[in-house]
């Protein structure tokens, strides 16, 4: 069963979430609450620190999710839609919001996302071992193309 489990620091296991679609990306902010990827079953969730499931993304636009970060001084959250090269956001101050696409990396298959102290985006290409950077302007929206840090092709 694809599941989300919380390990203590005592190695204590509690199962958070049962029957994920294929969990793979996951964020914690600051006060608990999670926000996970089901790659196999096209959606984003918010998992609560009481364990309540809240999906914020569905269908086609939370196809093949992976990657997923919390931009919290925006209300932003940045997820990747790993087969198309999509990073999508969903704006979490907006009850019911559409997610966004913020750029696409054409050729590419975007996996982790994390973020800077200046709220830049870096994306790490699994398909092609790159390491990407994507500046964002105050709104969370791409300023130019993506910025080709490094690449790892062993």
Same mark, same amino acid.
């Given at each position: 069963?694809?599941?989300?489990?919380?390990?203590?620091?005592?190695?204590?296991?509690?199962?958070?979430?049962?029957?994920?679609?294929?969990?793979?990306?996951?964020?914690?902010?600051?006060?608990?609450?999670v926000?996970?990827?089901?790659?196999?079953g096209?959606?984003?969730?918010?998992?609560?620190?009481?364990?309540?499931?809240?999906?914020? *993304?569905?269908?086609? =636009?939370?196809?093949?999710?992976?990657? #997923?970060? /919390? %931009? @919290?001084?925006? !209300?932003?959250?940045?997820?990747?839609?790993?087969?198309?090269?999509?990073?999508?956001?969903?704006?979490?101050s907006?009850?019911?919001?559409?997610p966004?696409e913020v750029?696409?990396?054409?050729?590419?298959?975007?996996?982790?996302?994390?973020?800077?102290?200046?709220?830049?985006?870096? *994306?790490?290409?699994? =398909?092609?071992?790159d390491?990407?950077? #994507?500046? /964002? %302007? @105050?709104?969370? !929206?791409?300023?130019?193309?993506?910025?080709?840090?490094?690449?790892?092709?062993?």
């Amino acid at each position: 069963e694809a599941k989300l489990i919380d390990v203590a620091p005592d190695g204590t296991v509690v199962d958070l979430a049962t029957g994920l679609g294929g969990p793979n990306g996951v964020h914690v902010d600051f006060d608990g609450t999670v926000y996970v990827t089901e790659f196999g079953g096209s959606k984003v969730t918010r998992v609560s620190p009481s364990g309540e499931l809240t999906p914020l *993304v569905t269908g086609s =636009a939370a196809f093949a999710a992976n990657g #997923v970060v /919390l %931009d @919290p001084a925006r !209300a932003l959250l940045f997820f990747t839609n790993y087969q198309s090269g999509v990073i999508r956001s969903l704006d979490l101050s907006v009850p019911g919001a559409s997610p966004v696409e913020v750029i696409t990396l054409a050729g590419t298959a975007p996996d982790g996302l994390s973020l800077d102290a200046c709220g830049h985006l870096y *994306v790490v290409d699994q =398909a092609n071992a790159d390491l990407y950077r #994507v500046r /964002l %302007d @105050p709104s969370g !929206a791409a300023t130019g193309e993506p910025e080709l840090l490094a690449s790892a092709p062993q």
